[in-house]
């Protein structure tokens, strides 16, 4: 597919993956969470594509015209022997986001369309709101008990944390969900446990109409990982 007119095409989603596209006409082209991995995009023109979501893992991209109109060039991409010939803009490295899925069977399944947790470019993570259910029983526990249920929320948040190579220390922001507001110190009881005051992730709480098979409490949060 060198030097292929590609201009204005949808390939969302589409796997180039090793695809030789080196010069190729990619403006404008939908390459939203396209696997570019290992693709040899020398020279190419990505200017206006929308590459949200795409990987880009070992691609060449020496010399390709990117989205927002930069050159992307390293440190060796001149040709031996040849005189440098400065650039008419300054080359710009781009940052890709990856994402990656965090599943763990010491959590419970998720109980819809969604993943237990997603690692974003391999530092935030954000995990999906825990309600009292026991994996190893897959079903809510301790229907009438607001305590007991909060400790088993936040051992299932641990296991995910856990999972994806973070600890209580990482986690920058919570949002707690109530059924009943005057659960709130019980429920500050249980939580105090696992941050403590000085150190503790910034916080949402609200009560609300109802939740996910009529569950006390869900918890969820963002953790930043250490790389």
């Known amino acids: 597919m060198s030097a292929a007119n590609l201009n204005s095409a949808n ?3 589409a796997c180039l993956q090793g695809t030789n596209l080196e010069r190729a006409d990619l403006q404008k082209t ?3 969470k396209a696997n570019l991995n290992g693709a040899n995009l ?8 929308n590459i949200y979501g795409a990987t880009f893992e070992n691609a060449d991209l020496t010399g390709a015209i ?3 109109g930069e050159v992307y060039q390293t440190s060796t991409d001149l040709e031996f022997g040849k005189p440098e010939t400065p650039l008419t803009k300054e080359p710009k490295e781009i940052n890709i986001m990856t994402r990656k899925v965090i599943r763990t069977d010491k959590a419970p399944a998720p109980v819809g369309p969604y993943n237990q947790a997603i690692l974003a470019s391999g530092q935030t993570l954000f995990v999906a709101g825990q309600i009292a259910i026991d994996p190893r029983l ?11 249920q909060t400790e088993q929320v936040m051992r299932n948040i641990e296991a995910i944390l856990t999972e994806a190579g973070a600890t209580f220390a ?3 922001k919570t949002g707690v969900f109530l059924a009943d ?5 019980a429920v500050n009881a249980v939580y105090a446990k696992y941050f403590s005051e000085d150190t503790a992730p910034a916080r949402a709480c609200v009560e609300v109409s109802r939740l996910p098979k009529n569950v006390l409490v869900e918890i969820d949060c963002i953790a930043v990982v250490a790389s």
């Open 138 to 148: 897959g079903d809510v526990v301790y229907t009438e008990d607001v305590v007991k």
């Open 66 to 68: 990117m989205p927002d």
């Open 181 to 185: 507001m005057n659960d709130f110190a």
């Open 30 to 32: 939908d390459l939203m």
């Open 42 to 49: 020398k020279r190419a023109d990505l200017t206006g594509a």
């Open 170 to 172: 990482d986690v920058v």
């Open 11 to 13: 390939l969302r989603k």
